[in-house]
């Protein structure tokens, strides 16, 4: 597993997150554009938000715009999602990954972390 994800937990509705998604040992993230998809039970996977290997593109789902912010540390070698006024329909499990990151995002080269459980819930 090249990429680590983390910040998984249970919060409230309204509460915050932030999700983290750091290169494993030996792996770095610098050359790549990352990004988040998700995947709640009997849903299928969606993408929540990428960003450029520059940091300077983002893309994000409809449904987090203004919510969810995306950016990376090239120093930590980290890529974070940071989850505000969350919803209990942000409930899911989310996994970072390599992508090809521009008006939407699709996986590239087959890079996953392990997923983190979000719930959302009062």
């Known amino acids: 597993v090249q990429l680590q994800a983390s910040g998984g937990g249970l919060v409230q509705p309204g509460g915050s997150l932030r999700l983290s998604c750091a290169a494993a040992s030996g792996f770095t993230l610098d050359y790549f554009a990352v990004g988040w998809f998700r995947q709640a039970p009997g849903k299928e996977r969606e993408g929540v938000s990428c960003i450029s290997v520059d940091g300077g593109s983002t893309y994000y789902l409809d449904s987090v715009k203004g919510r969810f912010t995306i950016s990376r540390d090239s120093v930590k070698d980290t890529v974070y999602l940071q989850m505000k006024n969350l919803e209990p329909e942000d409930t899911a499990i989310y996994h970072c990954?390599?992508?090809?990151?521009?008006?939407?995002?699709?996986?590239?080269?087959?890079?996953w972390g392990q997923g983190t459980l979000v719930t959302v819930s009062s």
């Open positions: 990954a390599t992508v090809t990151c521009g008006f939407g995002m699709v996986p590239d080269s087959g890079y």
